[in-house]
């Protein structure tokens, strides 16, 4: 059971990503899932998260710029980010309550980060 995000890259101002987060492994379920970015010298913050019933939050620095959706069939979320800023230049993690069952058949819910997609945007 993992998280794997992918999609980063530079782009210049004005320009769009779009971030995939997949799960892979025996996953039941998706529960709420979140981005984060960890820009240089800055603590890791949330950019925007999903619930399993669809609802969204947003950063304020990120509204009606990045829209956070998901494809419960493909066990992926995505964040599609357009009129990127340099300040939007960031590490973007993902993080996802999962839902599963171990071998023995034990019900577990756990939280699992992505391993992080860097994002550049220049000027």
């Known amino acids: 059971v993992q998280l794997q995000a992918s999609g980063g890259g530079p782009v210049h101002t004005g320009g769009s990503l779009r971030l995939s987060c997949a799960a892979s492994?025996?996953?039941?379920?998706?529960?709420?899932v979140g981005w984060y970015r960890q820009r240089p010298g800055k603590e890791r913050d949330l950019v925007a998260d999903i619930k399993s019933g669809g609802g969204t939050n947003y950063a304020d620095s990120v509204k009606g710029r990045f829209t956070i959706s998901r494809d419960n069939a493909k066990n992926t979320v995505y964040l599609q980010m357009d009129n990127l800023e340099p300040e939007d230049t960031a590490v973007y993690y993902c993080r996802a309550d999962l839902f599963y069952y171990t071998d023995s058949g034990a019900p577990v819910v756990a939280a699992s980060w992505g391993q992080g997609t860097q994002v550049t945007v220049s000027s």
């Open positions: 492994g025996r996953i039941s379920s998706i529960n709420a």
